[in-house]
């Protein structure tokens, strides 16, 4: 048990160089747009990209991944921009690669499936690997919040205490849905963006 902590721990880290931490997924859109500008904003925004985009659409594939399905072209489908689509080819060659270093045969594609073929071959409970993923997308969404609105340190760890509170509650196998037109066009117009911080 305490080995698969570690690993699961390892995986969820952002040390892990996969390169995440160069994406917002729409956040800096967000701030560019005038929608985010505070801590209290950040946490709305990025509570709603988890309740009705990645709770919704990313965890019921995620969770068939961890139960040995193939969802990679689903996942990959499901990406509504150039930018989005890849991030997730990018993070999921980056994470192959060193798999393949540590001595995990994993193909290429996109990031939830390459992770869960990671927590497979290292026994991770799924739900432990899914939560694992849920806090990873979330701390790198705030560690991008920080930088970007700009926030101090104890405003971002405020917000992972709210919404870390809420990753238990993820139901993966609520059905599959994706309703974030918001998400969408932001994502879309930080493609062409002027200046910016991050790839997404």
């Known amino acids: 048990m305490t080995t698969n902590l570690v690993r699961l721990l390892q995986l969820a880290s952002p040390t ?24 209290a904003s950040a946490e709305r925004w990025i509570g709603d990209v988890l309740e009705f985009s990645v ?38 060659h980056s994470l192959s690669r ?8 994993a193909r290429e594609g996109a990031f939830p499936s390459v992770y869960a073929i990671a927590a497979r071959a290292w026994g991770i409970e799924p739900r432990a690997a899914l939560v694992g993923y849920l806090w990873c997308w979330l701390e790198n969404q705030v560690m991008a919040a920080v930088k970007v609105v700009p926030l101090g340190q104890t405003d971002g ?5 709210a919404l870390g509170a809420r990753l238990a ?32």
């Not at 995620?62 to 990679?72: A, I, K, V």
């Not at 489908?77 to 990018?90: D, G, I």
């Not at 060193?98 to 045969?105: A, R, S, V």
């Open 98 to 105: 060193l798999l393949c270093k540590l001595g995990i045969e």
């Open 157 to 161: 760890q405020r917000i992972l205490m």
């Open 55 to 92: 709770a919704r659409s990313d965890v019921p594939l995620l969770w068939r991944m961890l139960h040995g399905e193939d969802c990679d072209d689903e996942f990959i489908a499901s990406r509504e921009t150039a930018e989005l689509r890849a991030e997730t080819l990018q993070m999921g």
């Open 169 to 200: 509650a993820v139901d993966p196998q609520a059905g599959f849905a994706n309703f974030a037109p918001g998400l969408a066009v932001l994502s879309s117009r930080h493609e062409t963006q002027y200046s910016r911080l991050f790839r997404s």
């Open 16 to 39: 892990l160089p996969v390169g995440a931490y160069s994406y917002s997924q729409g956040l800096e859109a967000a701030v560019e747009a005038g929608i985010v500008t505070d801590a």
